[in-house]
């Protein structure tokens, strides 16, 4: 799963100076994707690493049920910025025929990305009888397929309204009340996605905090593929004979209109990331897009590249860091134990209540603990990058 080239690691300057355009497709890597990628990464391993859970600043939490908070927007950016990457993957192979390796290679890195996804969810007990089936990797791994195939297949606009169709289909098919439950949409498990959810996988494999309902079900995959997609069509935007200004203005604009979009559809079926909503589909999308528009024209428009060189550490190992780090957390969580007095304690624990709150109080300490997880990966991760280290599926 290493792909390990001769030369050294272009820096992030060089990575930048190689902008990709349509006739130069495999050029080098886009900056700006990069940096974006790992600030989501960093934002992603704060809000999944709390030293306590009991103690997590508001805007570091879910919102409960309707609604958001900025750690809403980590995993759509994730999903996002896959479908980003697809056109500069597979973009030389849009006008030739696509080989069967290609198709190959889709399928094998869905495939891997699934199975990390269910590494994850079984370690360290790998207790099969109540595996959870679906989660963030399968999510990915599902999205990643279809719009891959779409991507190599349709015209930007077929994806388009493939997108329009996936968010619309998803809202006419969560007003069907489920089966089992005499109210729809009062719980998380009152909707037609948790019923199936339960039908198809059973509740032992489902969500082990939830039991009944799971926020990467199957059918939330749907309006997640609208997410996918946008990233997809922004790729491919990125890739065209545009002028970067004409790129960093098209991304804020269709962003903004998406944003827009999204916090009025929010009034008849409001912004939701537990049932991953349509109009959480469609305002996170458009978030996206503008945070990806501001990158782009900080580090490809202005030439402002030097302050991006810790995010881009991040962001070229980023399936290394969320597969490593989730392993790590339930090492850390579970397997290692520290006997303090009369109790026991895991190292996690240990680490966060004598050694960061015990002298910062247990909110600060509780951040700390995920801050200091940012710095220590970021020493291990910038070592893989200077030896040009990069874990691909």
Request: aromatic share 14%.
């Amino acid at each position: 799963m290493s792909d390990t080239k001769e030369s050294t690691l272009p820096s992030a300057a060089e990575l930048a100076e190689a902008e990709t355009t349509a006739t130069q497709p495999t050029a080098g890597r886009l900056i700006s994707l990069d940096v974006f990628r790992g600030l989501t990464m960093v934002a992603m391993t704060i809000v999944n690493n709390p030293g306590s859970w009991s103690d997590v600043y508001p805007p570091l939490r879910h919102a409960e049920w309707n609604g958001w908070t900025i750690t809403d927007l980590v995993f759509p950016f994730f999903i996002f910025i896959v479908g980003a990457a697809i056109p500069y993957s597979l973009g030389k192979y849009l006008d030739t025929q696509v080989q069967k390796a290609v198709y190959l290679r889709i399928f094998k890195r869905a495939a891997v990305l699934f199975v990390l996804g269910l590494i994850l969810a079984g370690f360290p007990y790998f207790d099969l009888s109540s595996l959870r089936i679906m989660g963030v990797l399968q999510r990915l791994a599902i999205c990643y397929l279809v719009a891959s195939l779409m991507y190599l297949h349709t015209r930007p606009m077929h994806q388009v309204g493939v997108a329009v169709i996936c968010v619309v289909s998803y809202w006419l098919l969560m007003l069907i009340p489920p089966p089992d439950r005499e109210t729809l949409l009062q719980t998380k498990d009152d909707n037609l996605g948790a019923w199936l959810d339960r039908i198809i996988f059973g509740t032992a494999h489902l969500w082990k905090v939830s039991k009944t309902w799971d926020p990467e079900g199957l059918l939330s995959t749907l309006p997640a593929l609208f997410n996918t997609l946008a990233g997809t069509l922004t790729g491919s935007y990125l890739r065209s004979q545009a002028q970067p200004i004409e790129k960093a203005a098209g991304m804020f604009f269709a962003g903004s209109i998406l944003l827009g979009i999204g916090g009025a559809l929010d009034w008849a079926f409001p912004i939701n990331k537990s049932i991953w909503s349509p109009s959480y589909a469609v305002f996170t999308s458009g978030y996206a897009m503008v945070v990806l528009a501001m990158c782009y024209y900080t580090i490809d428009v202005k030439g402002w590249k030097k302050w991006s060189n810790p995010l881009v550490v991040f962001g070229v190992n980023a399936l290394l860091l969320f597969f490593a780090s989730g392993i790590l957390a339930r090492v850390m969580g579970t397997l290692i134990k520290f006997s303090v007095d009369t109790e026991v304690l895991p190292l996690q624990q240990w680490i966060y209540k004598y050694l960061l709150a015990s002298w910062a109080g247990e909110m600060l300490g509780s951040l700390l603990y995920p801050l200091l997880l940012v710095v220590a990966w970021y020493m291990v991760l910038r070592a893989l990058y200077e030896r040009n280290w990069v874990w691909k599926v």
